[in-house]
């Protein structure tokens, strides 16, 4: 009940973003970015990434960040993540720049609840080259959730990270960002996992997807997360639940995109060609669906959660 009161809660302290179907938007989330180091699991993805990004510049898409984009619980100092990926900090910018970039807050980086962090931190640095202050991200305003609302038939997607009601990731937040930080982390080095991160517990991972499943249930609409890294798509009838994934993956980098009034999930990784050169790949793994298939309206969604306990 926890959580369904938290999801809730969030959607009802939503801002609401109006879109068609001729709006473009790719949804990444839990990219961690981090200081370069042996602990920094993005570092091995920053390349398909920057790549990925730059794409969807070209292409006129908006960027929504699901949540957990910068690593603070691991790094208290975000001067270090902003140093140690600069270049993908320059394309976010284009984006914000351009009015196309939302920051969502998750766990991971929940210091952006704290307008005085954001404005301590994002709003601009000092580029000790040239010796000055420089505009990153002024007037940056992270958000909890937002709704995405067709200006045409109405319908709405809730978007938020999807640690509300996680109770070891949201209620005591400060505690497990304690023992990351100073325990897990170097555990983590050696090939241990935290078992109190949805990401590395299987158990804990499906019991959250089935919470977010009677949520969707309860309140007939689709809903788009990341959180528990492991991507998902509806297959036929199952209720809209959709999960980003993450972009510290092993083997590249998931997301979701709405292009066209359809919404496809995408895979970004680096695969050799015939010739043994390496390119950066986007391919299309699932989808693509008209959005308003998962509206309730023409969807009455099926009676059991089904689709929280299959593998894709």
């Given at each position: 009940m926890?959580?369904?009161?938290?999801?809730?809660?969030?959607?009802?302290?939503?801002?609401?973003?109006?879109?068609d179907d001729s709006s473009k938007i790719i949804f990444f989330s839990d990219v961690h970015r981090g200081d370069d180091s042996v602990s920094d699991e993005f570092t091995r993805n920053q390349n398909v990434?920057?790549?990925?990004?730059?794409?969807?510049y070209k292409?006129?898409?908006?960027?929504?960040?699901?949540?957990?984009?910068?690593?603070?619980?691991?790094?208290?100092?975000?001067?270090?993540?902003?140093?140690?990926?600069?270049?993908?900090?320059?394309v976010i910018k284009k984006f914000y720049d351009a009015g196309r970039f939302i920051m969502l807050y998750g766990n991971h980086n929940i210091y952006l609840k704290s307008k005085r962090f954001i404005k301590e931190n994002y709003y601009e640095y000092y580029d000790e080259y040239n010796q000055i202050r420089v505009d990153l991200f002024r007037g940056l305003k992270?958000?909890?959730?937002?709704?995405?609302?067709?200006?045409?038939?109405?319908?709405k997607i809730l978007v938020l990270h999807g640690h509300q009601?996680?109770?070891?990731?949201?209620q005591l937040w400060f505690f497990s960002m304690l023992l990351l930080r100073y325990f897990w982390r170097y555990f983590h080095i050696v090939g241990f996992d935290n078992p109190t991160s949805p990401a590395r517990n299987l158990y804990k991972r499906h019991k959250v997807e089935k919470v977010y499943c009677r949520w969707i249930e309860k309140h007939k609409m689709m809903l788009i997360c990341g959180h528990t890294h492991r991507p998902k798509f509806p297959k036929a009838d199952d209720l809209p639940y959709f999960n980003t994934g993450c972009c510290i993956r092993t083997?590249?980098?998931?997301?979701i995109?709405?292009?066209?009034?359809?919404?496809?999930?995408?895979?970004?990784?680096?695969?050799?060609?015939?010739?043994g050169e390496l390119r950066v790949h986007r391919t299309v793994v699932r989808g693509p669906v008209p959005i308003e298939k998962y509206d309730y309206k023409n969807n009455p969604y099926s009676a059991q959660c089904i689709s929280c306990d299959d593998d894709d």
């Open positions: 926890k959580t369904d009161r938290r999801l809730t809660s969030a959607y009802q302290n939503a801002d609401t973003v109006h879109f990434f920057l790549h990925a990004l730059n794409y969807y292409e006129g898409y908006e960027y929504i960040e699901v949540g957990d984009g910068d690593e603070l619980w691991e790094y208290k100092n975000f001067s270090v993540i902003r140093l140690a990926h600069s270049d993908v900090f320059t992270p958000k909890e959730a937002v709704i995405l609302k067709h200006k045409k038939t109405n319908q009601g996680d109770f070891m990731n949201d083997r590249g980098l998931s997301g995109e709405i292009v066209d009034g359809k919404i496809q999930m995408v895979d970004w990784r680096i695969a050799a060609g015939e010739n």
